[in-house]
Structures are given as structure tokens and as C-alpha cells.
């Protein structure tokens, strides 16, 4: 084998710009899902990504070849701007808080810009690395789960509303006297937040579910015991063979019933003393068309909730601190904080946004685990919600159907694409 010296010690320019463009998002999206290694940063991390960011978009302009290549990202980037200080204003944010948005604002401009090819890589690598991230993390959880003594302190967030036992590759909620088996949550806050992400990031990774960094995700959404992403993971999965447009009802037919004889077999293993019978099924039993167990909202909250839909505040929305805001999300916040106004603007920032969609059956899923996870968690523009559905609609499409598994679609894919980026 021969080694070229010059490319140990030179660094192709394309290679740092993609580099920079990949850790600057993956900052941005990583920051969103408050790791505990984060925390103390607050919302400065956007800072750090934008920069990283920044530099990339600098360096690039030196290029021969242009890595930047969209030119249709002025209608997005209103919408962003309309929806991101509506919310601030109606929500009466500081000044830092429109100076911090600034660096918002250059993140998405950079994920706007880029190439559709650049956003199907984008998507690969952040699966990659939260992968890597929850292998390592359940490695660590399972060692203490056999009885390993590992090093841990004591963690707080949100002046002790979260306290967590923090074994540093993965925390445990300490506000339980007993558990046997822990819900996972790896250096997140809930298992829920973890959980949505590795779901959302799965959705991203159409046909490539064998891979070892999918198979990690996989794992980690299961043993967090999170409903709202055991949801949000049926869902993609019957999309996915909906996208596929290949033996769709046979499929549908298999996974529900596979579904279904999990469901029952909770029922009678060990009685039904068990964490997947505790934690999800019995939260799906329905009383008078709602959830018995539908913890998004307690019940104070929905007191107020149904006086606030009822007044004239439900254009604009109200200031949260008329409630005790802890422990509630989900779309009535959403509406209750910003009014149907809001929820407009929110409409209209995702239309701008996918309007170059590739597929129209990718395009559609992506609208649909939108609105399931607007629905449960309530926050439209959280990278580590929004990235993964931007990369779907706008990216997915061209890369599987250069790998043939939508070969139907190609011409017209190649023809949006031409036009879009002109």
C-alpha cells in the first residue's frame, strides 16, 4: 500500500468546511436535548455552533467548488425570523434573549444554504454520533445494572425540580425511594428526550436500520420505556413501509400484529408486574376518548387551559406564569404561551421551509411525525426537532433514490433539485 505524504499534512479546504458545518449543527442539536455536561452554558451554546458555523460559511467562499449551493433560503429564514421574535415578544424575553437569537438565526441560515447532498451526510453523521454516544452511555448503564460500583455525584437542574444521581455516562432520577430497573435516559434530562431524538434521528435513517449506530438508537428508545417515543417509533415505522410503496399493507399487517402480541404477552409475563405493562401499556388505557395516564398536562393546567380557550387571549396567548408551568407540555403550552397566532407562524415556517420537498410520500411522513411530536412535546423549532425533519423532506428522497430503492422518482427528484438550487 502506498502512502501519499502530502494528505497526512494537508487538509483539503472541502473537508474543514464540512467538518465545521457537521460539529457546528451537531453542537446546536446537542444543546437542545440539555445534556448535563451543558447545563452551565444555558443557551451559549448556540455561540459556539455559530461560529463554527460562521467560520465554515467564511472558509467556503474561498473554495472553486461552492460547498453553500442553495439560493432559495430567503423565504425560510423570514419564517424563522416572523415565528422565533413573535414568540419572544409575546413571551416578554429579555434583550439577551433577541441578541442570543442572532446566533440562532446564522445556524439556520446555514442549514438553509446548504446542498441537498450535504443534508443527507448531516443527517448520517448526527445518527452516528448520538449511536456512538447512547452505546457508550447503556455500556456504562448495564456495568451498574450488574452491580459494578461506578464513581457518581450528586445533580440538580431547574432549582431541584430535576435531581439526578450522575454517573457521568448516564444519570438516574433520585426523586424515586425505590426502583428495581431504572428507565435509561443516558446524560439527558428525561427518558423521554432522549428517546424522541433517537426516534426522529431513525426516521432520517430510511433503510439503513441494520447499522450498528441505528441498532444502538433502536435499543436506547426501548429501554427508556418513553410512550411518547414508543408513538412517535410505531409511527416511523409505518411510514417507512408507506415510503418504501412496496408490499405496504402485508408489512402493516405484520408490524401490528407483532405490536399487538407484545402488548398481550405484557399482560401475563410475571403476572404483569413488568416495566414495558407499567410504564406504556397501562398509560394507553382510554377513558371518555383521553388518555387515563396522559401526563403532558396536570390538572391544574387544564383548569386554566379550558378558561384560556374560551377568551379572547387565544390569539395572542398568556404569560405562563399564571400557571405552575412545571411538569407540563405538549401543544395546549404551545397555544397557551403563544396563542393561535403562534401556531400559524409555526405553520407557515414549516410550508416556506419544505416547499422544495424531493417526494411527495416523504414530504407527507415528515408533516405527519411533525405534528404527532408537536402534539406530545410542544417545541417546533428545537434543533433536535426541527434538523432531522428538514433532512427528510428536503434530502431523503435524492439519497435513496440514488441507491435505487425509489428509482420511479428519480427524474422528477433530479429536476426539483436543478431548479432549487439554481
Known amino acids: 500500500m502506498k502512502i501519499r505524504a502530502p494528505k497526512i499534512y494537508l487538509l483539503r479546504k472541502e473537508t474543514l468546511v464540512r467538518s465545521c458545518f457537521h460539529w457546528g449543527i451537531f453542537i446546536a ?19 459556539l455552533s455559530a461560529i463554527l458555523l460562521m467560520g465554515a460559511l467564511m472558509l467556503a467562499k474561498t473554495m472553486k467548488a461552492p460547498f453553500y449551493t442553495r439560493r432559495d433560503f430567503l423565504l425560510p429564514i423570514v419564517g424563522y425570523l416572523l415565528l422565533s421574535y413573535y414568540q419572544m415578544l409575546v413571551n416578554g424575553n429579555n434583550a439577551m434573549a433577541y441578541i442570543a437569537n442572532a446566533f440562532s438565526i446564522a445556524i439556520f441560515f446555514s442549514l ?24 457508550v452511555s447503556m455500556s456504562m448503564f448495564f456495568l451498574y445494572l450488574m452491580g459494578f460500583p461506578l464513581p457518581h455525584t450528586s445533580a440538580q437542574f431547574m ?3 430535576y435531581s439526578f444521581d450522575n454517573y457521568y455516562f448516564f444519570m438516574l432520577d433520585d426523586r424515586f425511594l425505590w426502583v428495581i430497573i431504572p428507565r435509561f435516559q443516558s446524560v439527558f434530562l428525561e427518558p423521554n428526550h432522549l428517546g424522541t431524538a433517537t426516534t426522529l434521528l431513525l426516521f432520517t435513517q430510511y433503510g439503513k436500520w441494520k447499522r450498528w449506530y441505528n441498532i444502538s438508537m433502536i435499543v ?19 411510514l417507512h413501509l408507506w415510503m418504501r410503496r412496496k408490499h405496504f399493507i402485508g ?24 416495566m414495558f405493562h407499567d410504564l ?3 398509560r394507553m388505557e382510554m377513558d371518555d376518548g383521553e388518555l387515563v395516564q396522559d401526563s403532558r398536562v396536570n390538572a391544574s393546567f387544564e383548569a386554566e387551559y379550558d378558561n384560556f380557550i374560551q377568551t379572547p387571549d387565544i390569539l395572542w396567548g398568556r404569560d405562563m406564569s399564571n400557571v405552575d408551568e412545571e411538569g407540563n407540555s405538549g401543544y395546549k403550552v404551545y397555544i397557551y404561551e403563544n396563542g393561535l397566532v403562534g401556531l400559524l407562524f409555526v405553520i407557515v415556517f414549516y410550508v416556506v421551509s419544505w416547499r422544495r420537498y424531493c417526494d411527495r410520500r416523504f414530504f407527507l411522513a415528515t408533516w405527519a411525525i411533525a405534528i404527532l411530536a408537536f402534539i406530545a412535546r410542544g417545541y ?5 426537532y426541527y434538523i432531522p425533519f428538514y433532512c427528510v423532506a428536503m434530502a431523503l428522497p435524492l439519497a435513496e433514490s440514488k441507491k435505487g430503492l425509489d428509482a420511479a422518482g428519480v427524474g422528477e427528484v433530479e429536476s426539483e433539485i436543478a431548479k432549487s438550487e439554481s
Open 280 to 282: 406504556i401499556v397501562l
Open 380 to 384: 417546533p423549532i428545537w434543533y433536535n
Open 251 to 274: 408489512k402493516l399487517i405484520l408490524v401490528l400484529s407483532l405490536f399487538a402480541g407484545i402488548v398481550t404477552a405484557s399482560f401475563f409475563y410475571n403476572g404483569g408486574e413488568n
Open 159 to 161: 432549582d431541584g425540580f
Open 29 to 47: 442539536y446537542l444543546g437542545s436535548l440539555y445534556p448535563w455536561f451543558m447545563w452551565k452554558l444555558g443557551g451559549a451554546y448556540q455561540v
Open 112 to 135: 438553509f444554504t446548504v446542498g441537498r447532498e450535504e443534508l443527507s451526510r448531516l443527517a448520517n453523521f448526527l445518527s452516528k454520533v448520538m449511536g456512538a454516544m447512547v452505546l
Open 220 to 238: 436506547a428508545t426501548l429501554i427508556s420505556f418513553s410512550l411518547g417515543a414508543y408513538v412517535l417509533l410505531a409511527a416511523v415505522v409505518i
